[in-house]
Each structure stands twice: as structure tokens, then as C-alpha cells.
């Protein structure tokens, strides 16, 4: 574990707000410049390492503190290099966030009967934590924006592995995809349009909106809220959707319109400036069986095209495929194996296992006949066809094989040490007051400046 990295897991943990039970009266247990660290806050992320079912230990205490103190020393220097992030960025963290623990929990309501409180309640009281964590972030990516290694430091870095300590590599694929949807005529999604239209023509004759979206939504993200997507801004969402949240005026509804996810009906609650506060309705316009049959004879086609030659799998992903991450990449599928490198080298073992039972049996350089499937995110439903581009055995990392992973470990390892540069000089400057409770503890032991008045 680097000593000095902000990991993921402080964002998660900041996230899951249990109300620990207060024993003692607050108190403050870390200055940093001018920010502060409660005992009310430690202890809330004590009793969240408890409800994950692990064991009592109060060591682990130093360790949370250790993260506090990093992110508001980061907090501290964001402010004074302006250092901000946008109301739309907190909002869809926030919204991620929640979306992940409301499936965790097995529904919203589970998750506000263990928060005792609305889910409204819990994402305003995370708000602030949530905001500070991506600043803090923000601000760590600034500082190592422009290290970077070279290939002699790459090369000095896998030299610095003993023979015996280098890395075991299991097996990896390189796997392509063509993902096709059926498209519905216009006269098989009209019934679907009607339906949404009935719903706008209700709200203009003055039912609430957002009892209708909760009540007839097909967004799971946003129905429980009443079809609040909170706030936007021009990237975040679909052209089409874009576009009408920022041609109305804060009040307005949009007309029916349609996107790849369905027909929405849209309206602008606030406006502030380069930003909208929008909530929606979502109607999903299903398959029918003549709908893929259609797509069915289409993957057919492109098979067979494939397959005689008349057509690279690169060229027909570019083509066909409707999944945009991996339509202008061949058709490759991507692995991010941390925060921050993508690789076409998949492990086996973190394939999905309907990706893996077709691919097992396949040589290298041969295509799928088209599968059906049903995505598990969405219910939508289609033909995939798969490409097996190689397949390595395992074996002990080399630089030859497994050159991007040792470049990648050797950037993590420079910027590790970059950062831990960044904090002893901040260190240095900054007053830092750790509570006698705590100023003990190994994790603290840098943070404490024998030489400065405490």
C-alpha cells in the first residue's frame, strides 16, 4: 500500500454514512492548516469498517485518520490553486454512488430503512465529503499531471524485480465484439410514443410530474426521485437530451422525443448559467419477435461476410456495432485493471462468463456464429458476434509480453514518489496538530514535526 495515495476506498468509505454512536463528547483530533478532523468523524468511519463485518480493531483508526489528514492537505492546497469542481460533477458521484448501494442494499427502501433517513436526506448530508473527496482528487492528479516515464525508467523498474519476485500472469485474451440491437419500425414503437405523449398531456392538464415519473418511469435511476436527475451540464447526457434541457426555460416541458435509451418527456427545474437541473420520464419501446428476426438475419449476413472474407472483423465492428465504447477500436474489448490503465489484454478470469463460455472453445483468428443475449443492466436484447485476436498462456512477467503493465506499475511507482515529495514539503510548511490519542500511532509518525510547536 503506498503510504501517501489517496485510494479509492476513502470515497467509498465517506460515502456510506452510518451514524455512529457517540459516547463521548466531540472533539477535534487533527488540525490541518485551517481544517479540523472531529472524533465524530473517525469514529463514523470506524463504524463503518464494523458494518462491513470486519473484526474490532481500533488501530485501523490511525490509518482513516492518516486519509483524513492527506485529503485535507490536498483540500487545503486545492483552495489556494482555485481548485474547484462543478455542482454537476458532485451530483453525478452522488447519483453513481447511490445508484451502487440502493443495488447492494436490494432496493431504496432497504437502504433508507438501514439509514433511517430518505435517500434526499443522505445525499444532501454527503454532499460536502463527496465534493471535498473529488477536489482533493483533482488536486492529486494536477500534481502528477506531468510525470511521466520513459522507456529506459520502465526497463529500470523491471530490472528492479528479483528474478523470483516477478509477477505470475495467468492467461489473457484479446476478445472483439459486434453488438447489434433490433431496430422497431416506426409503427412497432408507436404504441410506446402514445403512451409517453398521454403522460405530458396529464401533466399539462395539471397532474404532478413527478408523481407520474415515479409512478410510470422506465429510468431505474431517477424514477424513485420523481424523475430528478438533479443538475447537468452540456456533456453529460445525450445530444438529444442535451439539447432540450437547454432550450427550455426553467418551468418548461419539452414535447415527446426520442434517444437510443427511449422516448423522454423532460423538464428544466433550475437554471444556473452552463447548468440545468432537469428531471424526465423514460418510456423503453420493447423488442418483438419480428424485431429480432430482422437483427438476427443482419448478424447472419455480417458472418458470413466475415467469414468469406469480403470483410475485416475490424471493418464490420466500425460498421455495425452499436456499442459505442468499441466500435472505433476494432470492435476490442477494454480492460481497466486500476484508476487508470485500459488494455485490450483481458484476463480469463475477469471476462464475463457468458464471454468466456463462448471463447474457450474458439481458436485465435476465429469468429462466433451470432449469440443471442440480454443485457443484465437493461433487459435490451440482440446478437453479439465475438473475435478471439489471441490468447497467451500464463507465464512470469517480462518486459517483452508484458511491457504496458510494467510501464504502468513503473508510473504508479513514480508518481507514489512524487506525491511523497509533494507532502514533505507541504508538511513542512503547514501546522499540522495531531491529539495526544492519536499522535502515537506508526501512521502518524510523519505528520508529527518534533521541531514545531504542536
Known sequence: MKRFLIIA???????INVQAQKTTIDKVVAVVGSNVILLSDLNQQYAIFLNQGNPPDTK????????????KLLKQQAEIDSIMVDDSQVDDALDKRMRYQIQRMGGQERLEQFLQKSVLQYK????????EGLIADKMQQKITENTTVTPLEVKKYFESYKKDSLPDIGTEVEVGEIVLYPKLTKAEKQKYYDKIESYRLRIKSGEDFGFLAKSYSEDPGSASEGGDMGFIDRTTMVKEFTAWAFKLKAGEMSPVFETEYGYHILQVIERRGEQAHVRHILIRPQTTPASLDRVKLKADSIYKDITDKKLPFSSAASLYSDNKETQYNGGMMLFADNQTARTTFIPVEKLDPSVFVVIDTMKVGEVSKPIAFSSQQDGKEGYK???LKSKTPPHKGNLEQDYPKFKERAQQDKNSKVMSEWFEKRRETTYIRIDDEFSTCDEMKLWVNKDKKQ
Not at 9 to 15: A, I, N, R
Not at 124 to 131: A, I, L, Q, T
Open 9 to 15: 476506498g476513502l470515497l467509498t468509505c465517506l460515502f
Open 60 to 71: 485501523v483508526k490511525c490509518y482513516f485518520l492518516q486519509q483524513m489528514l492527506i485529503q
Open 124 to 131: 444532501d448530508e454527503m454532499r460536502p465529503e463527496v465534493k
Open 385 to 387: 458476434l465475438f473475435f
